[in-house]
């Protein structure tokens, strides 16, 4: 007899599977490969592939773990994943649960850093042509840092040392650890929203230097956003001389060092002064000058003959007067003396034509026309009158009506509306209507239709 085969199910055999991982495989281990199909699901977990020359390796990250990995992971990318090995049963597969990822070769934040700087440069955020210009002499500053750091104290004894005029306004921030670059940022934003009141004119951001962990906040797109928004210009002082972070890059302006900033954001006093000074000098040897010029122009106007004799203009102008009005009279007369030398003469030959008989003879052949335009006029009318009177004549015995009057009619049919011209136009029952003179009416009924001919018979037959 043959011994009883066993019988499993999927799912015992996914379970066994998973037992034997779970004895077998190491608790936790690092594998090294390159990231392949990279999937993050809109839940936050992550889905991708490990592989290698040798094989692949399916992955899970859950959202939880995913958020402390700095950098963006993408295909390609040779990484170091850390977690253990199980087996989801449902889908009848091994993947390896991570709880931690790293870029392979280049630290996570080094490679986060070089992702966001190419990024952020295609979209334009660190181009020059964005860049607001500082103020000459800003009086009113605001300086976003930690009030336990020392990049406060050094910002504020730089400014004060070369500007000490400035109102120095202070907005304490985080500036390290998880969420620093989200308070600093919404730190930036409610100044900006309250700068019509508060009325500042630069903004310095910043701290002391550290390691790229430590400086890390300043680092992050949310930072990088606000200060590239900011209508305020923006001053980053971050770090040490070597550091150089996002922004620096996006910032309006970049102090190498938070004691720098002073001298970024305001000028040297002592500086100015000596440009007042410089230009008070200048001004004053010009003024000095033009007043020499002046004095000299002044001294030839007063030699000029103008000044000794004050009333020669207004003698000389009232002598052109005169000439003029002079001038002006004996043209008149000259013109007048013409035009009465024209009228003599047009006189003289108006009375040689003796108008008084040529208007005499006008008016007897314009009377004389005038007699014969009414003449023909009216034998016109009577013209148009007589064939009017024939013509309405003959309309008159072309009128159907009118032969009325002589004892005839015109019989319609009531039905149709037509005249009756013959039996065909009419129907047994039909009424009729006859018109007589005067306007009158007679209406009737048809009971029957009879030819001419059978007319005729009836008659002879009676």
Partial sequence: MEPRVKIYTVGQ???????????????????????????????????????????????????????????????????????YVDVYTIGGKYQ????????????????????????????????????????QYPMRIGILTSESGAALHDITESIRHRWHCAKLLFYPVPVQGEGAAAEIAEALREVNRRNRKLRLDVLIVG??????????????????????????????????????????LVA????????????????????????????????????????????QDLTIVLAGALFRNPLWLVQNGRQQLDDAQAQLAEALRAKLDSARRLLSAGYEQVVRIEPHRLLGARTVDLNNLANRAGGAISAIVNRCRMNLTARENRLEGLN???????????????????????????????????????????????????KRQQTDNVGRDN
């Fill in 13 to 83: 055999v996914n379970s066994l599977v998973k037992a034997a991982i779970e004895e077998q495989l190491p608790p936790r281990l690092t594998v090294r490969g390159e990231i392949s199909d990279w999937k993050h699901h809109s839940s936050g977990h992550c889905y991708f592939l490990l592989k290698d020359k040798t094989g692949v390796l399916p992955c899970v990250m859950w959202a939880s773990r995913f958020k402390s990995v700095k950098f963006a992971p993408e295909d390609g990318i040779a990484v170091l994943a850390t977690g």
């Fill in 252 to 295: 309006d302006a970049r102090a190498s060092t938070p004691t720098r900033a002073g001298v970024v954001a305001v000028p040297d006093m002592q500086e100015v002064l000596s440009q007042l000074a410089g230009a008070e000098r200048r001004l004053t040897g010009q003024t000095v000058a033009r007043l020499k010029h002046a004095r």
């Fill in 207 to 248: 701290r002391g230097g550290g390691s790229l962990e430590d400086l890390w906040a300043f680092n992050e797109e949310v930072l990088a956003r606000a200060i590239f928004d900011s209508e305020i210009p923006v001053i980053s002082a971050v770090g040490h001389e070597v550091d150089t972070t996002i922004a620096d």
């Fill in 96 to 135: 390896l649960y991570l709880d931690k990822l790293e870029p392979e070769g280049i630290g996570a934040l080094q490679l986060a850093f070089e992702q966001m700087l190419k990024r952020l440069a295609a979209q334009g955020l660190f181009d020059e042509q964005h860049k607001k210009p500082l103020p």
């Fill in 400 to 450: 159907p009506k009118s032969v009325l009057r002589r004892g005839y009619s015109i019989t319609s049919s009531r039905r149709t509306g037509a005249v009756v011209k013959d039996p065909a136009d009419v129907a047994i029952g039909d009424l009729l209507v006859t018109e007589l003179a005067g306007e009158n009416l007679i209406e009737s009924e048809v009971t029957n239709k009879l």
